[in-house]
C-alpha cells in the first residue's frame, strides 16, 4: 500500500504513560483509574460513575487480599471476584459492541454491522446487548474484508495469502484489534516505509490466537499475540491493555474504540492507532527522558548499557525500572556518592538488583522457569503468588508478590514496593516502574531498607558492600 509509512519512534511502540511522581505516589498502584465519562452520551456517564465507584471498590478489595490473613483470603477474593464482575457488566453495558466505531464518527447507518451472537464467553454471566440476527456466518477475515471502516487493514493483509488463509480459517479462534482507517492517517507522512517483512510483523502483532472477547480483555493485563517476541526465544510477544482516562487501551496508547464484533472463528475490537512490535527494554528507557534519565544515566556510567542492549546475552528478562523521582527521593548525597567515581560499583550492583535475566515475569503471565511450564498459557494463577527472582546481583533475589484476580492486580517487591505502571512490553522483556530504589536487605526476610533520605551513605555502602566486586575499579570518568 503506497500511503502507509511505518513511526520510526520507539516510544510510540511503547507508549508508556506514566503518571507523575505525586499521582504515582498516592495511588501507590496501577495504572489502572477508569475513564470517569467515555463519551457524551449522559446514560453512559451514569454507567461509568458507577462502573469508577465498583472500581475503587475492587481496588479495596484488592489492597485487602494483599495485606489480609490467610482466613480471610478466599472471602477478599470471592468479593473481589464479583466486583470485578460487575464491573465487567457495566463496563460492557456502557460500551456495547454495537457502536462499530460510533465513537469517531457519527454514521447513521451501520449496516455492515456483523452479527453479535459470538461463541460463549465464559468469563461473563451475561452476554452484552445484541441486536445482531442471528449467529455470526462470516470469518473474521471476511468480517475485516468487508468494513467500509477497515479498508485499509483489508487492503495490506491481502498482500500476505497466509494471513488471510489463516484469518479466515478454524485452527484457533482469533482474536484481531484491527486499526481503523483513521488509525492508518495518524501516520506521519515522511516516515519511512516498511519493508514487506516488517509490514507482517506489525499485521502479526494485532493477532492473537486466543479468544479474548471483551470481558476477558478487560480482565487481563496482557494477552500473548501470533508474533514470536524478537529477542525472547519461543515466547510470543504480548500486549499489554490498560484501563485508565481514555478508556481501555492496549500497550498503552491504542484506544479500543469497538468491541465484539464476532466471526465464526474469533472476535474483532477495533483501534484507533497502529500498534508496533515493542522496542527492546533499554530502549524504552532511553525514550522517556522525563521518566528514566536518571537510570539511563546510571546505565552508561556504569557501563550496563552495552549489556542490557546486547540481547544475545539475555533470553528475556524483567526490569524493575525507577523513576527519576524514586532517585531523587534518596537525596542528594546519596546520588552523589552513587554517581562519584568511588560509588560507581555501588550504583552498577544496585543497578543489577534490579533487573532479572531470562524470566520474563508479567503481571499476570510468566516466562522460561519450571514452574510457568505447568501454568495454562503461562498464566500465573489468580490469587497470591509469590516468586523470588535471581538478579543480576549474585546471589541477590527479589521477593515478588503478586496479588490478582483478573485486571485488579498489585505486585509488590520485597514486601514494600509497589510498581506503579506494569508490563511496560518490550522486545526482550518486560519493564516495570517503581517508585523506590531497591536496597538489597542483609538477609533474606529482613526488613528492606527504606530508599529515601533518612538513609546514609554509610547505610547503603554496608547493605551493598559484600556484593560490591572492590578490586574492581572503574574506568569510567565521566562527570555528572
Ligand atoms: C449473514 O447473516 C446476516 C444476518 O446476521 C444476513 O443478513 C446475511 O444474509 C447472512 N449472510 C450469509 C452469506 O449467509
Ligand atoms: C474464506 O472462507 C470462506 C468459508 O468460510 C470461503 O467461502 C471464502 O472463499 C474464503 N475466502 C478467502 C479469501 O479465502
Ligand atoms: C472455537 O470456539 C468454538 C465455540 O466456542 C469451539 O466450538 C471451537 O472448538 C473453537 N475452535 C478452536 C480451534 O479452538
Ligand atoms: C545496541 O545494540 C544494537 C544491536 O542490537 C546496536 O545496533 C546498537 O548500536 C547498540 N547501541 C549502543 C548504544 O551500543
Known sequence: ????????????????????????????????????????????????????????????????????????????????????????????????????????????????????????????????????????????????????????????????????????????????????????????????KPSKEELKKILTYHVSPEFYPAGRVLVTRTIPTALDAEFIKDVPQRLSTQVGLRGLTVNFYARIVAINIFGTNGVIHGIDSILLPPPKAVNIITSFPGEFSTLELALYKTGLFDAFNDTSKHNGGTLFAPSNFAWQRLGPKINAFLFSQHGLKYLKALILYHAADDITLYSDALYKTEEATSFPDHRIPKGLYHIDLPTGLEGKHLSVDIGRYGRLITIKINGFTRVVVSDGIAADGVVHVIPNVLIPPKEPGAAPLVADDTLTVEELKQALAPLVDETETSSFDWEL
Not at 452479527?115 to 470469518?139: A, I, S
Not at 495469502?161 to 489463516?166: F, G, I, K
Not at 482469533?174 to 486499526?179: D, E, I, K, L, W
Open 1 to 192: 500500500m503506497k500511503s502507509f509509512s511505518l513511526l520510526p519512534l520507539a516510544a510510540l511502540a511503547s507508549g508508556l504513560v506514566i503518571p507523575d511522581a505525586e499521582t504515582a505516589q498516592s495511588l501507590q498502584l496501577q495504572d489502572n483509574k477508569p475513564a470517569s465519562i467515555w463519551d457524551s452520551v449522559p446514560s453512559r456517564e451514569q454507567l461509568w460513575t458507577d462502573a469508577e465507584e465498583l472500581w475503587t471498590d475492587a481496588e479495596e478489595r484488592v489492597q485487602e487480599i494483599a495485606g489480609c490473613a490467610k482466613h480471610k483470603l478466599d472471602n477478599a477474593i470471592d468479593a473481589a471476584y464479583e466486583t470485578a464482575v460487575k464491573y465487567d457488566e457495566s463496563f460492557q453495558t456502557a460500551f456495547a459492541g454495537e457502536d462499530w466505531l460510533a465513537n469517531t464518527e457519527e454514521d447513521e447507518d451501520l449496516v455492515d454491522h456483523p452479527p453479535h451472537h459470538g461463541p460463549p464467553d465464559h468469563h461473563r454471566p451475561h452476554h452484552p446487548p445484541h441486536h445482531g440476527h442471528g449467529p455470526p456466518n462470516q470469518t473474521v477475515y471476511e468480517l475485516i474484508s468487508k468494513s467500509k471502516y477497515t479498508t485499509k487493514l483489508a487492503k495490506l493483509l491481502d498482500d500476505y495469502p497466509d494471513l488471510v488463509e489463516q484469518l479466515n480459517g478454524t485452527k484457533a479462534n482469533y482474536t484481531v484489534f484491527a486499526p481503523t482507517d483513521s488509525a492508518f492517517e495518524n501516520i506521519p507522512k515522511h516516515a519511512p
